[in-house]
């Protein structure tokens, strides 16, 4: 079935758009102008669209609901709306968030409240009140409450927030009127003020050079790749690897998923699972990093262990432990360094004795909708090459010698993990900041800046 419209439709063709059909002629060119200008001509009208359903895709449309007038409704795209990546793959990753600052995040603003005021006990928001408030939990709790928000926006705001499960194909800017026109997958398109990207990000999975030159050169080296996303869920893991093999696995990073991956490993051969299990870890830093409560901040909040992690590390991994650690016979520790030279003889010389891989080396943002601008002396809206402004939420625009422009592209702003706001500590440390609450923070600042300004 057709998925109702909301907003303000408009269904009629006007002579212009006509005209321009009939005298554009025919090829690809021309297809992009004839659409454009049909599409154009039956559009629905809403105050913004949010594309994400994540926590920082619900962050941002319980904000506009907060800050909008409401005298037009939000459209809310999301292929799945099971709250992100966490919902879907992280439900057993440990978080290395307290649980407190979850229900802050459910109570941030009145939609929020609302919501959690409405539905009926047990639900994911009494979970979490009944756990250690100081501490963290498994992220299935907190996917929980993205659930439940998510589900509470579309039960008790049906006439305000549209959710369109799909994805959003082309949002095209017109520069003479500042207004987006969105094309849904379902053929439907909108009008909006305010486009919202909140597109969430994957881990790298583009092997390392070295991995690729190992594998090129000597192609009978089986290395099989785990993916991050398996690593981090126990029950997927242990299923992965047979337990009756002498398997090896290569873990690549020192970052806070590289360590749960260590744990997790670990944890199959101490279990007695997996009991030949063994591990090769491929590190550039001698030391780990931990973030470190300060007199009312934290130092390295964002890129230091917390948690789970901060403390197994502690205890297995620093120097001063590692060889007295019953984790020293499953977990060998090669230090890289970070001169290329050094680093490729370690790999050659360790990795073709791995039967598995699995890089833990960071994240990058997942495919943006086709981005495109219709400049006011053209008919042919060209693509529209952006960069975030992590201190505001907003793009400028790349022009094609690689120049930023000076002025925001109108109308568009980004959030969530794949667009944070950037930090700068007391130390002076600069830091993206990611985390439920943080996104939260960060939308509370600007969202009333992208309300009252293009």
Not at 85 to 102: H, I
Not at 142 to 158: F, K, Q, V
Not at 221 to 235: G, V
Not at 287 to 304: C, F, M, P, V
Request: glycine content about 8%.
């Amino acid at each position: 079935m057709r998925p109702t419209s909301i907003g303000r439709v408009s269904t009629s063709r006007s002579p212009l758009a006509f005209r321009a059909v009939r005298i554009l002629g025919s090829g690809s060119n021309s297809c992009e102008r004839r659409c454009w200008l049909f599409n154009a001509a039956q559009t629905t009208t809403v105050e913004s669209i949010v594309v994400g359903g994540g926590p920082g895709g619900i962050a941002a449309v319980g904000n506009l609901l907060d800050s909008l007038p409401g005298k037009l409704p939000q459209l809310w795209v999301d292929p799945h709306f099971a709250g992100g990546r966490v919902g879907a793959k992280y439900r057993e990753v440990p978080s290395n968030t307290k649980v407190a600052l979850f229900l802050q995040f459910a109570e941030a603003v009145a939609p929020f409240r609302q919501i959690v005021e409405k539905t009926p006990a047990p639900n994911a928001a009494t979970v979490l009140q009944k756990l250690a408030q100081d501490k963290g939990c498994e992220l299935g709790h907190a996917a929980d409450l993205c659930l439940m928000l998510t589900e509470g926006i579309r039960e008790h705001y049906p006439t305000q927030v549209e959710q369109h499960r799909g994805e959003v194909e082309k949002a095209v800017l017109d520069e003479q009127t500042n207004t987006w026109t969105v094309s849904l997958d379902d053929g439907r398109v909108f009008n909006t003020d305010r486009l919202v990207l909140c597109t969430g990000s994957s881990p790298i999975t583009s092997p390392l050079p070295i991995l690729q030159q190992l594998s090129d050169s000597t192609p009978s080296t089986a290395l099989t790749p785990l993916h991050l996303d398996t690593a981090l869920k126990p029950s997927l893991l242990s299923q992965t690897i047979d337990p009756s093999s002498q398997a090896t696995v290569g873990v690549v990073g020192a970052s806070h998923s590289a360590i749960l991956v260590l744990m997790n490993l670990y944890k199959m051969v101490s279990s007695g699972s997996h009991p030949n299990l063994r591990v090769k870890w491929f590190t550039r830093h001698n030391s780990l990093r931990y973030a470190e409560q300060k007199d009312g901040w934290i130092l390295y909040d964002n890129t230091g262990l917390k948690g789970d992690a901060a403390q197994w590390a502690r205890d297995s991994l620093e120097q001063e432990v590692f060889d007295k650690s019953p984790v020293s016979r499953v977990v060998t520790k090669f230090l890289t360094g970070r001169e290329n030279a050094a680093e490729e003889s370690i790999y050659k010389a360790e990795l073709p004795s791995c039967t598995h891989v699995v890089q833990a080396i960071g994240y990058k943002r997942n495919t943006l909708p086709r981005l495109m601008v219709k400049e006011k002396s053209e008919f042919t809206p060209r693509h529209l090459t952006i960069e975030h402004d992590a201190l505001s939420g907003r793009f400028r625009q790349i022009d094609h010698s690689g120049e930023k422009g000076k002025v925001f592209v109108p109308n568009l702003f980004g959030a969530g993990i794949a667009f944070p706001e950037v930090v700068t500590d007391p130390a002076g440390n600069v830091e993206s900041a990611v985390g439920f609450w943080k996104f939260m923070r960060f939308l509370k600042r600007v969202v009333p800046e992208w309300v009252g300004k293009p």
